[in-house]
T-cell receptor, first 112, second 114 residues
Framework: DQQVKQNSPSLSVQEGRISILNCDYTNSMFDYFLWYKKYPAEGPTFLISISSIKDKNEDGRFTVFLNKSAKHLSLHIVPSQPGDSAVYFCAVYGGSQGNLIFGKGTKLSVKP | DTGVSQDPRHKITKRGQNVTFRCDPISEHNRLYWYRQTLGQGPEFLTYFQNEAQLEKSRLLSDRFSAERPKGSFSTLEIQRTEQGDSAMYLC????????????FGEGSRLTVL
């Protein structure tokens, strides 16, 4: 039973446009939400996070939005660049767990 | 390089053999995690340590899997009597307990069981 769902396995975007990656979670006890990026043959790297007391966090071209009532978060990348092409994992933390729970990932391709 | 390092990067073994992976975390990090990743899936949590204490191990996939972190430094993950279904990427990550959600991952150890 998936606690973190990324329903889009892949996304293709033109360079310069906005990329929107989505994530849904099931447990309202989760209180910290993160996005990781993974290039081939590398481990995931932390990208951006948001705590449950906020609804938006911005870091340069990356913004994460949290909708607690819908148990939904999204990652916006604008403008998208070819170097952003990677697999993006949504992850949640909190509740009774001391570990991150990851979604299956969305493969983003940014076309020049 | 002061990142998380894992060894070996690749391991090919025959079914029934034992394998051991090593992880050296970032030195100032007191938490160390093991995850497994298979094709098309996100990292799947296995176990984690805070210093030398193993705080969660119920997610280890079977009693063939065990992990240690002697002296709270490096860690080893052992898989006994490997099966073909154990073929996966085994990822190690470390973090500070106060920033427990922000994991720093190694490049992983890929296991292929023939």
């Amino acid at each position: 039973d998936q606690q973190v769902k990324q329903n889009s396995p892949s996304l293709s975007v033109q360079e310069g446009r906005i990329s929107i990656l989505n994530c849904d979670y099931t447990n309202s006890m989760f209180d910290y939400f993160l996005w990781y990026k993974k290039y081939p043959a590398e481990g995931p790297t932390f990208l951006i996070s948001i705590s449950s007391i906020k609804d938006k966090n911005e870091d340069g071209r990356f913004t994460v939005f949290l909708n607690k009532s819908a148990k939904h978060l999204s990652l916006h990348i604008v403008p998208s660049q070819p170097g952003d092409s990677a697999v993006y994992f949504c992850a949640v933390y909190g509740g009774s767990q001391g570990n991150l729970i990851f979604g299956k990932g969305t493969k983003l391709s940014v076309k020049p | 390089d002061t990142g998380v390092s894992q060894d070996p990067r690749h391991k090919i073994t025959k079914r029934g053999q034992n394998v051991t992976f090593r992880c050296d975390p970032i030195s100032e990090h007191n938490r160390l995690y093991w995850y497994r990743q298979t094709l098309g899936q996100g990292p799947e949590f296995l176990t984690y340590f805070q210093n030398e204490a193993q705080l969660e191990k119920s997610r280890l996939l079977s009693d063939r899997f065990s992990a240690e972190r002697p002296k709270g430094s490096f860690s080893t993950l052992e898989i006994q009597r490997t099966e073909q279904g154990d073929s996966a990427m085994y990822l190690c990550a470390s973090s500070l307990a106060v920033r427990a959600g922000e994991l720093f991952f190694g490049e992983g150890s890929r296991l292929t069981v023939l």
